[in-house]
């Protein structure tokens, strides 16, 4: 889907992208897609929530050790965005309450 994410930038408030914890294989293919996504300029005004999800899952690294290899504090601190991050399990709901106050927070009761 990555080709086509330019086409659906215009009034984008918010970008939640989703990282699978459970394959630390493709870190560095999700970095690349984050880091372009963070460099398009119709999205540097956007609120971003950068999601670990499938957290329940066993792993080879934890996820804070995913963290610190796509080098998440540098993300953060150089980008444009402001940058949540949060880790979720989609399947038991694992911090689903989060990531909904934080779209709540983020565009007001609506």
């Given amino acids: 889907m990555g080709p086509i994410w330019p086409s659906y930038y215009g009034n984008c408030r918010s970008l939640l992208f989703m990282i699978d914890a ?29 999601l670990f999800n499938k957290t329940d899952l066993p792993c080879y690294m934890t996820v804070e050790e995913m963290k610190s290899l796509i080098r998440l504090p540098d993300i953060t601190a150089c980008a444009k965005q402001n940058i949540t ?24 009761a609506g």
């Fill in 22 to 50: 459970s394959n630390p294989t493709q870190l560095s293919a999700a970095c690349a897609q984050l880091l372009g996504l963070l460099s398009a300029e119709p999205l540097a005004e956007a609120q971003v929530l950068i």
């Fill in 85 to 108: 991050v949060a880790d979720i399990s989609a399947r038991t709901g694992t911090g689903l309450t989060e990531v909904l106050r934080w779209l709540q927070d983020t565009h007001g």
